[in-house]
């Protein structure tokens, strides 16, 4: 059973838009939801985290909404650029334990 | 670089035979993850060590066993392997354990089964 749902799977933007991408969490104790952004070939690289507590985080020209009430959070990625185009893969992580349950991932295509 | 290494980066073995994965967290964290990512299934957690104990286990296969050693760098053993277990492996470090605790990833090792 998958923990974290992503949509989209894939995802075409063009340069200077923005790209979204949502994920969505049934289990309540879920208190630490990371994103992680993956280039062919290489690991997971951690993009941007928020906690509950929060509703946005902004870091450059990225952000994390959370609406905790949905169960939801997505990432927002403004002015995309081609360097942009990568894996984003979403996860929640509960106290104690530190285990991620990631989404299933969204292949991004930043068209120049 | 997140710190983290792997080794081998690939791997190619035939049905049945057991292979030995390698991974030394970045310095400090003692907290090591396995991760098992494949086409159809995603980042799957398979189990996590901290401080060279069993912490937590995800979706590992009997098949499959892993430690940490006190110099805190991990081993995953995968035994009797099947072409289904082709797949990405990566490792994670982290300082603790809290659940809030960034991961950093290492570059994983391609296993292919044949």
């Known amino acids: 059973q998958q923990q974290v749902k992503q949509s989209p799977q894939s995802l075409i933007v063009q340069k200077g838009g923005i790209s979204i991408i949502n994920c969505a969490y049934e289990?309540?104790?879920?208190?630490?939801f990371p994103w992680y952004q993956q280039f062919p070939g290489k690991g997971p690289a951690l993009l941007i985290a928020?906690?509950?507590?929060?509703s946005e985080k902004k870091e450059g020209r990225f952000t994390i909404s959370f609406n905790k009430s949905a169960k939801q959070f997505s990432l927002h990625i403004m002015d995309s650029q081609p360097g942009d185009s990568a894996t984003y893969f979403c996860?929640?992580?509960?106290?104690?334990?530190?285990?991620?349950?990631f989404g299933t991932g969204t292949s991004l295509t930043v068209i120049p | 670089d997140s710190g983290v290494t792997q080794t081998p980066k690939h791997l190619i073995t035939a049905t049945g035979q057991r292979v030995t994965l390698r991974c030394s967290p970045r310095?400090?964290?003692?907290?090591v993850y396995w991760y098992q990512q494949s086409l159809d299934q995603g980042l799957q957690f398979l189990i996590q060590?901290?401080?060279?104990?069993?912490?937590a286990k995800g979706n590992i296969l009997e098949r499959f066993s892993a430690q940490q050693f006190p110099d805190l760098h991990s081993e995953l053993n995968l035994s009797s392997l099947e072409l289904g277990d082709s797949a990405l492996y990566f490792c994670?470090?982290?300082?603790?354990?809290?659940?809030?605790?960034?991961?950093?990833f290492g570059p994983g090792t391609r296993l292919t089964v044949t």
């Open positions: 928020i906690r509950p507590d929060v």
């Open positions: 996860a929640a992580s509960m106290v104690p334990g530190n285990q991620f349950y």
């Open positions: 994670a470090s982290s300082t603790r354990t809290s659940g809030r605790d960034e991961q950093y």
């Open positions: 060590y901290y401080n060279g104990e069993e912490r």
């Open positions: 289990n309540t104790a879920f208190d630490y």
């Open positions: 310095s400090g964290d003692l907290s």
